[in-house]
């Protein structure tokens, strides 16, 4: 398989990801250049950002799990992958 064919999923929780000029976001979008896709999902709570889906660069997704409760954080990005990846990596 070739690199640039890869769907890329990552989880994580720095919400400096939605900073548009973060050092974090740039990296980002830098792996996304490696990939067909990189979808990213961050753990955070409702309200913090409304957005379901925030694309940060053609092939580059962000998407908050916006939780009712940390407890909740996995769950929820759980459902979120499961939208996004079909085969792929889980980073």
């Known amino acids: 398989m ?8 990552s989880i994580g929780y720095d919400r400096n990801l939605f900073k548009e000029n ?3 976001r740039q990296r980002v979008i830098e792996y996304g250049s ?9 753990f ?4 913090f950002i409304k957005d379901k889906e925030i694309r940060i ?8 799990t916006n939780s009712f409760s940390k407890w909740l954080y ?4 759980a459902k979120i992958g499961k939208k996004i990846i079909g085969k792929g990596i889980i980073h």
Request: aromatic fraction near 8%; glycine fraction near 6%; include cysteine.
């Open 57 to 64: 660069a053609s092939n580059v997704f962000l998407y908050p």
């Open 74 to 77: 996995f769950r929820d990005a």
């Open 34 to 42: 490696l990939v067909r896709e990189h979808h990213v999902i961050i």
């Open 22 to 24: 973060s050092g974090v």
């Open 2 to 9: 070739n690199v640039a064919d890869i769907k890329l999923l």
């Open 44 to 47: 955070c709570k409702k309200g």
